[in-house]
């Protein structure tokens, strides 16, 4: 399992995604909204736009909420400008990160991530610095007290996916990221319940670290998270198989 797969289970299991699910709408409805203006307001000819409204609905998002940002975004609720940037950068103990993010101010964003990610001992890099280490993947995760990895399988491979795997006690269904939207459609209408579903970056080779090193490494991670224009945090982090997140804060 990916490590951000793995962090994004511990979280799930302690109760702390649901906390953050405001902020969890928040720059979900930017992506459909973004995705609405580039491409149209139909998601069955866009298909960026199709994946962030399954991404949506795979977070519970009301369908008020959906409509309403797709809207937004087609220019029927007035305009919003919004600017893609990707920051590349460096963690303690040579983690390699990667923070996507969507803006309406641009100086704002690179004054955010950049003190945020060297306060906390990071680093920030030229662009393509550590992006050529990652491949993009679509990642669907289920629980497996819930379902067999033969069930998920059968149902994942048959709709396009690449791979199918299990491990503490997670399935995870790898896909490309164009395959992604029909794969977690087809598991959905199968009735299948998913735990998470992303598309992310994934790093070639990863880094082992101790578990102290680890958490330090996911408080810049989750910091980053925290902030409003970073819609996704990739790094190239390999948690260990015991891996506990602990009390810290």
């Not at 000819?45 to 009301?62: C, D, G, I, Q, Y």
């Amino acid at each position: 399992m990916s490590g951000h797969s793995k962090w994004a289970t511990i979280k799930h299991k302690k109760g702390i995604a649901d906390a953050k699910r405001g902020q969890k709408f928040t720059k979900l409805i930017k992506e459909i909204s973004v995705a609405a203006k580039m491409g149209g307001s139909d998601p069955e000819s866009n298909a960026r736009l199709r994946t962030a409204v399954l991404k949506a609905r795979a977070e519970n998002m009301p369908k008020d909420n959906i409509d309403r940002a797709i809207k937004k975004g087609a220019g029927e609720l007035g305009t919003s400008v919004y600017y893609e940037l990707t920051y590349e950068g460096y963690a303690p103990g040579g983690v390699a990160i990667i923070i996507d993010t969507l803006t309406d101010n641009k100086n704002r964003t690179a004054s955010d991530v950049r003190s945020t990610l060297t306060k906390s001992g990071g680093t920030l890099g030229a662009t393509g610095c550590v992006s050529y280490m990652f491949q993009t993947k679509g990642i669907i995760t289920y629980d497996a007290s819930k379902y067999t990895e033969e069930q998920i399988f059968e149902v994942a491979l048959e709709n396009g996916a690449d791979d199918v795997t299990s491990s503490d006690d997670v399935i995870e269904v790898t896909t490309t990221p164009a395959d992604f939207a029909n794969v977690l459609e087809a598991l959905q209408n199968a009735g299948f319940e998913q735990e998470s579903a992303e598309v992310e970056k994934l790093a070639d080779q990863t880094v082992s670290l101790d578990a102290e090193k680890c958490r330090k490494v996911l408080k810049i991670i989750d910091k980053l998270e925290e902030l409003d224009d970073v819609q996704q945090v990739s790094s190239n982090l390999e948690l260990p198989d015991d891996f506990e997140d602990g009390d810290e804060e």
